[in-house]
């Protein structure tokens, strides 16, 4: 039976910022800077997790509550970035069943695949629906999908990363595998942990799913969204199936 996608974030927590950092970077926060001040509203985001995205976004005077089911995860939040609590909230909770009063927010942003670690379809529709429940009408949702996930190969024990992280250098050691018929990847991490002349491991697991843009569009429609803008990358080109990243913007009706 496959785990469920929120399982594995605590642990992750801790080297989140490090790894990210050291992929991804900073390269989305300026797209979702521009979508958010746009906004006429307060703004929501999914999986606000350490806040990565939510800080730059609360700097650049945006609105913003962030929700998250890891409380690891929000606890790395800097005392910073919480500084302005009438503009910058976060909450722990599940974003199949948001927990906020209907019409409240005016976007509602998905960044980074975080819808992609809901592992059941069933949780995705209550996800969307959930969203509908909570924005007014014409609003916006962002969505960011990572195409590339089910196109990793499978290996073992692959060293992927090192460096160091504060007083530590960190190690990560990972393993992929692929559930083709019903498009989960597993990434298995092991961080090795030396510190002081000390080794320690820290193994999880994260489990994503991969949801074609065709697919994401038929669900938004489902849900009473129509689709306004599905992009290629962070500059706003067209989206091909060949794209580095999938984002799609769509409007509640």
């Known amino acids: 039976m496959a785990r469920e996608g929120w ?3 605590d642990e992750y927590a801790p080297f989140y910022d490090w790894e990210n950092a ?15 001040r746009r906004t006429k509203g307060r703004v929501l985001e999914l999986g606000c997790g350490t806040g990565r995205i939510s800080r730059p ?22 005392r910073s970035a919480t500084a302005s609590p009438q503009r910058y909230r976060r909450v722990r ?4 069943a948001l927990p906020f009063t209907p019409a409240s927010f005016a976007t509602v942003i998905a960044p980074y695949g975080v819808l992609q670690s809901l592992t059941q379809p ?7 629906q959930s969203v509908a429940h909570v924005l007014r009408r014409r609003g916006t949702l962002g969505i960011d999908l990572v195409p590339d996930v089910p196109n990793w190969r499978e290996y073992d024990n692959r060293v992927q990363l090192r460096g160091r992280a504060g007083a530590s250098h960190l190690t990560l050691i990972e393993s992929v595998r692929q559930d083709r018929r019903r498009r989960l990847t597993t990434f298995e991490q092991c961080y090795v942990e030396r510190r002081d002349g000390r ?8 489990v994503f799913r991969t949801v074609t843009v065709p697919q994401m569009t038929k669900l938004l429609s489902r849900a009473g969204f129509g689709v306004t803008a599905v992009l290629g990358d962070y500059h706003g080109r067209p989206w091909d199936p060949r794209a580095d990243v999938w ?7």
Do not use: Y
């Open 57 to 78: 976004l609360v700097e650049a005077g945006v609105n913003l509550l962030g929700i998250d089911r890891s409380a690891e995860m929000l606890a790395r939040t800097p």
């Open 22 to 36: 050291r992929t991804l970077g900073r390269r989305d926060v300026a797209f979702w800077t521009r979508v958010a």
């Open 247 to 253: 984002i799609i913007l769509a409007e509640k009706g």
């Open 122 to 128: 069933a949780d995705l529709a209550m996800t969307l």
């Open 93 to 96: 909770g599940d974003i199949r």
């Open 199 to 206: 080794t320690r491991e820290h193994r999880f697991e994260l």
């Open 7 to 9: 399982q594995g974030w």
